[in-house]
C-alpha cells in the first residue's frame, strides 16, 4: 500500500502522499496543502525542505554517504577525472572512450573567449575580489551569446552553451586574478589538458618560460571532482531557482557563483587558512582556541567544523587530508598550518563538545592547505570551488529544465502591521 501521512489542523485531517527515493528517503509531497488546508508550511532555511526531486547526487549525512549517479566519491576521486564526471554528472552516465574524446575535444575548441571580454576586465580595479569579476564575466556571455537567453533553446543550442560554459570557465577564473595582480592575461594553451591549462594561464609571466607541475595539476584534478556538486546547497538551489524563471544558464551560474562567495558557503575555506594564520601567530597552542570556541562568550568559531547536512565525517574531508598530506610531502612543503589543522582535528574529535555536537571537519577544513601547497592564493580559493562545481551547476539547471520544473515560488508568513490609515507628513 502507498505511504501516507496524515496532518491534523484544529482537529481536521488531511492525508498527504508520501514520495520514496531510491535509497528509502522520504518525502511528505504537500504540493497541494495550501489548496486543501489553507495552511502553508514554514521552515526557515529550508532546513526540512525537499525542494525536488534529483537523479544527480545522492548524500546520506548521518553515514557520511556521497555519490554522483550512484557512484562513490572515493572511487571517483581515485579513478577518474574531472571531465569524466563533469560529463557523468551532466549526461548521467560516465563516457565512453569516444564520448569523451568528443567532449573534451568540443570544450578544448571554445577555450578561448571574445576580445571585447577583455575590455570588461580592464574596467575592474585590481581590489576586484575575483569571486564578482568571475560571476561578472560569466554573467556578460550573455551579451556574446544572445541566443543563449532563448527559453526554448534546441538540445544542440543547450550543449553548446554547456560546453561553453565549462571551456571559458579556467579562462574566466586565471583572468580574474590577473586583474588582481594587474599583470596581462594569458590565453589558453589547447595542448594543455583542463586543469594545467588553468595552471599555465594563472602563473605563467610574459617571456618566461612556464612548465605546469604534473603533481599540482593532478592534485587540483581530484580536488575539482571533490567539489563537483552537492546535491541541493545554497549555490545549487540559487541556480535552480533562477533557472526556474527561464533565465539563461550564464546568468543562473552567475547567480550561483554569487551564492558561492559568501564566507558561510564556498567562503569557508579562505576563512579557515585565515584563522590557522592567527593561531600560529598566537603561538600555537591549539588547546586555548579549542577552549574558545568552547566558549559561549567569546565571538570565537571553529571555522571548517561541521556541516549543515553531515553528522558524521564529511567524506570529501577523508580524501582531501589524505591528498593534503601526499602533494605536501611531494612537493616538499613544509606548511605548520597543517600541523595545527591536524592537532585541532585531533584534539576535536575527542571532544565531548564536539562529539555531542557531530561537530566533524568538513571539506574544508582542509582544502585551504592543499591550495596554499599548489601555489593558489587566499581569495583564489573560493574561485576554484567555482570551477569544481560548475557541472554540478549545469547538471541540475539541465534537469531542472528537462523535468520543466515550475518557477521557484515560496511563500510566506507575514509578520507586519495590520492595515492601518496612512498617516500624512504634517502629521508624523
Ligand atoms: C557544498 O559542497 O556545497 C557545501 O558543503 C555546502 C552544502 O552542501 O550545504
Not at 576521486?77 to 563516457?95: M, R
Not at 560571476?135 to 554547456?162: H, M, W
Not at 591549462?197 to 587540483?220: C, N, S
Not at 610531502?329 to 595545527?340: A, C, F, Q, R, Y
Request: proline fraction near 5%.
Amino acid at each position: 500500500m502507498a505511504k501516507t501521512a496524515e496532518i491534523i489542523i484544529e482537529g481536521k485531517s488531511y492525508t498527504f502522499p508520501i514520495v520514496e527515493g531510491s535509497e528509502g528517503e522520504m518525502g511528505i509531497d504537500i504540493g497541494n496543502l495550501l489548496e486543501q488546508t489553507g495552511a502553508v508550511t514554514l521552515d526557515f532555511g529550508y532546513k526540512n525542505t525537499g525542494a525536488t526531486t534529483s537523479a544527480i547526487t545522492f548524500l546520506d549525512g548521518d553515514k557520511g554517504i556521497l555519490r554522483y549517479r550512484g557512484y562513490s566519491i572515493e572511487e571517483l576521486a581515485e579513478k577518474s577525472t574531472f571531465l569524466e564526471v563533469a560529463y557523468l554528472l551532466i549526461f548521467g552516465e560516465l563516457p565512453t572512450p569516444g564520448q569523451l574524446s568528443g567532449f573534451s575535444g568540443d570544450i578544448k575548441n571554445h577555450t578561448m573567449v571574445h576580445e571585447d571580454i577583455k575590455k570588461i576586465l580592464d574596467g575592474f580595479p585590481s581590489s576586484a575580489h575575483p569571486m564578482g569579476v568571475l560571476s561578472s564575466l560569466f554573467c556578460a556571455q550573455t551579451a556574446f551569446y544572445p541566443e543563449s537567453l532563448d527559453p526554448n533553446r534546441s538540445k544542440e543550442g543547450v550543449y553548446l552553451s554547456i560546453v561553453r560554459s565549462l571551456a571559458k570557465m579556467p579562462t574566466f577564473a586565471a583572468w580574474a586574478y590577473k586583474n588582481e595582480v594587474g599583470h596581462p592575461v594569458n590565453y589558453p594553451d589547447n595542448s594543455l589538458n583542463y586543469c594545467s591549462r588553468f595552471l599555465k594561464m594563472m602563473f605563467a609571466l610574459p617571456a618566461e618560460h612556464y612548465d605546469v607541475d604534473p603533481v599540482v595539476a593532478a592534485a587540483l584534478d581530484k580536488l575539482l571532482i571533490l567539489h563537483a556538486d552537492h546535491e541541493q546547497n545554497c549555490s545549487t538551489s540559487t541556480v535552480r531557482i533562477v533557472g526556474s524563471s527561464k533565465a539563461s544558464i550564464y546568468s543562473s551560474i552567475s547567480a550561483g557563483i554569487n551564492a558561492l562567495w559568501g564566507p558561510l558557503h564556498g567562503g569557508a575555506n579562505q576563512e579557515v587558512i585565515l584563522m590557522l594564520e592567527e593561531i600560529k601567530k598566537d603561538g600555537g597552542n591549539v588547546d586555548k582556541w579549542i577552549n574558545k570556541a568552547k566558549d559561549k562568550n567569546d565571538p570565537f568559531r571553529l571555522m571548517g567544523f561541521g556541516h549543515r547536512v553531515y553528522k558524521n565525517f564529511d567524506p570529501r574531508a577523508r580524501i582531501i587530508k589524505k591528498a593534503a598530506d601526499d602533494v605536501l610531502s611531494k612537493l616538499g612543503v613544509n606548511d605548520p598550518t597543517l600541523e595545527i589543522a591536524m592537532k585541532l582535528e585531533e584534539i576535536a574529535l575527542k571532544d565531548p563538545y564536539f562529539i555531542e555536537r557531530k561537530l566533524y571537519p568538513n571539506v574544508d577544513f582542509y582544502s585551504g592547505i592543499i591550495y596554499r601547497a599548489l601555489g593558489i592564493p587566499v581569495d583564489m580559493f573560493t574561485v576554484m570551488f567555482a570551477i569544481g562545481r560548475l557541472p554540478g551547476w549545469i547538471a541540475q539547471w539541465k534537469e531542472l529544465r528537462e523535468n520543466k520544473e515550475p518557477i521557484g515560488r515560496p511563500r510566506q508568513i507575514y509578520t507586519g502591521s495590520n492595515q492601518r490609515p496612512y498617516v500624512g507628513l504634517d502629521k508624523r
